[in-house]
C-alpha cells in the first residue's frame, strides 16, 4: 500500500468540513490535535529521557496544536517550556497560554539560549497552511533547529517545508531534518522527503471523511491517539 | 490519606472557575471529561469482553460527557448505542451528536430493549448537579439500570443519588449500585456509599486549584488519563 496523502489544499478543505457539517469545534480539534502529540513526545521520549521540552510556537493553528500538547505534558510529568514570540489576539490561542502559565509553565525569550537545556524539541511553528517565506523571528530558530543535537519532533510538517516539495532546495530549513514527525488526521505530500519517525494523530476523521479525501485512517491501538507507521502508510 | 471530597457547591464553583479564570472553554473540558470516561470503560470492559456499549444520555453536561465518551469508545472499536431521549437546543450538546450521527452511531429510543442486547452500560443521565426528583422518562431507566446483569459504569454519580448523602432511602434508584464510578476532577461525597471499582478523571486540574478546592490530585499514569483509587484515595 502507497501512503496516501493530502495536499495543503485538500487539508484545509478537511479542516473547514469538520468544523463545519462535521460539527466540531476548533477547540475540540486543538484539543485532540495537541493531545496526540503529545502522546507522541512521550513515546519517543519517555520521561527517563529527560524532562525538560522546549516547544517553539507558531502564530497560528500549529502553535495553538504546541500550546495543548505543552499543557498536556507537563500534567505527564514533563517540564515544558514554551517560546512563543508572536502572540495574535486570538481569543483561543490566548486561553491555552494562560492554561500553561496557570500550571506555572515558563514562556521564554531567548531561543537559542533555551535550548542549550533543553532535552527535547517541539517544533509547532507552521503546519499545512505555511508557504512562501519564514518570517522573522523564526528563521534563526529553524537554524537552531536544524543544527541542534537535541531531537526534535514537528506538529504535520518540519516548519520551513514545502507541504507539497519538501525541504526548500535553499537557505532557511533546506537542512532542516526533524527526528519526528506527528501528521494530523493524514500526511502531508512532504512525508517522501522525511525519513525519521512517522505518527499519525488526531483519532476523530471518520471514515465517511477519510473515504472522500481518498485516504486512511491508520490502524490505532487500544486507546492511543497516535500511530507510527513506516514508509508504506502501514502501522509498524 | 482519607479520600479527600468535592461537595456539589464546591464542584460548581470549581467548574465556574476552570471556565472563567481558568480559561477553558466548555468544550474542551467535556472533550477530556468525556475521554477520561472512555479510558476507563476501556480499562474496565476491554473489547474482548464485548463491544456493544449502551450509552444513556441525560440533559445537561453529565449527558454531553456521555456523547463525547460514545464517540472515542466508537472510534476504539467499540459498537454503541445511544439512548437520548431529552435533547436540549443547547448547541454544544448538538454538536455531539451530530459527531456521533456522522459515524453511524444508533440512537435508541427503549431504553430496556436495548439493554438486552448490551454488553456494558454508560450512565451519563445526571452529574453533579443533580437534587430532589429523577423526572420522566428516567425513572424506568434507572429502574432498569438497578436490576440488570449488565456492568453499569456512571459518570461522576449513579444517576438519583444525592451527591452528599448518596443512594436514595426509597424510590427510584435506592437500589441501584453501578460497578464502575468516574469521579470526574474529584470524588463527590456519594463516594463513601459506593462499593464498586472506583476512576478518577479529567486530567487538567491545576496544583493551585486542586488545593484551593482543598482535594488531591490524583497519582495519574503516563499518558492515562484516569486513576482507579481504593476507598482510601490512593492509587490502586
Given at each position: 500500500m502507497a501512503l496516501k496523502t493530502l495536499s495543503a489544499k485538500?487539508?484545509?478543505?478537511?479542516?473547514?468540513?469538520?468544523?463545519?457539517?462535521?460539527a466540531f469545534s476548533i477547540d475540540q480539534l486543538m484539543e485532540l490535535a495537541g493531545l496526540s502529540v503529545s502522546q507522541a513526545v512521550s513515546r519517543v521520549h519517555p520521561l527517563s529521557k529527560g524532562r525538560r521540552i522546549l516547544v517553539a510556537v507558531g502564530p497560528g493553528n500549529n502553535g495553538g496544536d504546541g500550546l495543548v500538547a505543552a499543557r498536556h505534558l507537563r500534567h505527564y510529568g514533563y517540564q515544558p517550556a514554551v517560546y512563543y514570540p508572536k502572540?495574535?489576539?486570538?481569543?483561543l490561542y490566548q486561553r491555552l497560554a494562560k492554561q500553561l502559565e496557570d500550571l506555572d509553565v515558563p514562556f521564554v525569550d531567548d531561543f537559542p539560549a533555551a535550548l542549550q537545556s533543553?532535552?527535547?524539541v517541539i517544533d509547532a511553528i507552521f503546519g499545512f497552511s505555511f508557504s512562501g517565506e519564514v518570517r522573522e523571528p523564526f528563521p534563526a530558530v529553524i537554524q537552531a533547529m536544524a543544527e541542534t543535537q537535541v531531537p526534535v519532533t514537528s506538529v504535520d510538517a518540519p516548519s520551513s517545508?514545502?507541504?507539497?516539495?519538501?525541504?526548500?532546495?535553499s537557505g532557511v530549513g533546506s537542512n532542516f531534518h526533524p527526528a519526528v514527525l506527528v501528521s494530523l488526521t493524514a500526511p502531508k505530500p512532504l512525508v517522501k522527503h522525511f525519513r525519521g519517525r512517522h505518527f499519525i494523530g488526531g483519532r476523530f476523521v471518520t471514515p465517511a471523511i477519510a473515504k472522500k479525501y481518498d485516504f486512511e485512517v491508520p490502524a490505532y491501538e487500544g486507546i492511543d491517539q497516535i500511530v507510527e507507521v513506516g514508509p508504506d502508510g502501514l502501522k509498524l
Open positions: 485538500a487539508a484545509a478543505a478537511l479542516d473547514k468540513e469538520l468544523m463545519s457539517t462535521g502572540r495574535p489576539k486570538n481569543d533543553a532535552d527535547h517545508w514545502d507541504i507539497e516539495e519538501g525541504p526548500p532546495k
